[in-house]
């Protein structure tokens, strides 16, 4: 299936067939425009921290209707929440999630962008970042998958199994500075982990406490290509 053809069939059998019959049906909700509002925004902001009640005010809805509506599209598996990771995978339920779009020909049916601009680097960093965490979310426990902010910076993934936590950045190029890495090794220090995954777009390497492997080759194909 070509990706026009992965794309016409998102816009009929997902914005069209599950937002508009599916979901209402099951959840009797009033306003299904608002889950394709919802769904564009998660298109656009995808590999973003958003804020409910910024994201309530942009929309003009109940900051209770957001997160019911943001829930029903994660229950059909079109998008996944992610929490912000602590230690003992403990969160604040009011915590800024980070949001990705499950299928980068959805992003790309909602969004228009049927080409990736390889200039667009903000872009096509949190789209294949949001590529990397659905792959781990549909391969492990929804539950053992976080990201980690401060201050200071942000580590893109991070997988909890209890006794093994192991940060990832997806870093979408083959050269690298030493600055590139001050926040994972500030997560590193922080939480005492002494592995860290690097995705890169063809480097394949092992350089002391870090491993870097292309990130086509973790997901086990090629990542993009012509739209």
Not at 110 to 132: H, P
Not at 146 to 157: A, H, L, S, Y
Not at 208 to 219: C, D, H, N, R, T
Request: charged share 30%; hydrophobic share 40%; glycine share 6%.
């Amino acid at each position: 299936m070509t990706l026009e053809e992965r794309v016409d069939y998102f816009k009929k059998e997902v914005v069209e067939r599950v937002i508009f019959r599916d979901i209402p049906e099951i959840t009797k909700i009033k306003n299904p425009n608002l889950t394709v509002r919802l769904l564009t925004f998660s298109s656009y902001e995808t590999g973003n921290i958003i804020s409910f009640k910024n994201l309530s005010q942009k929309l003009g809805a109940r900051f209770e209707t957001i997160i019911e509506y943001l829930f029903y599209l994660e229950s059909s598996f079109l998008i996944t929440l992610f929490k912000k990771f602590s230690r003992g995978g403990l969160t604040i339920a009011k915590s800024r999630p980070k949001i990705c779009v499950n299928d980068s020909s959805l992003i790309f049916a909602l969004t228009g962008k049927k080409e990736i601009i390889f200039g667009e680097k903000e872009f096509l960093g949190r789209l294949i970042e949001s590529m990397v965490a659905s792959h781990l979310r549909f391969s492990l426990d929804k539950d053992a998958i976080f990201f980690w902010r401060d201050e200071r910076g942000e580590v893109d993934i991070i997988v909890n199994l209890g006794k093994s936590v192991l940060p990832i950045e997806v870093k979408f190029k083959n050269k690298f500075e030493r600055r590139d890495f001050t926040t994972i090794y500030r997560f590193q220090k922080k939480f005492g982990t002494k592995q860290s995954l690097i995705l890169t777009e063809d480097f394949f390497s092992q350089e002391e406490e870090k491993i870097f492997l292309p990130v086509w080759l973790f997901l086990g194909g090629k990542i993009v290509g012509k739209m």
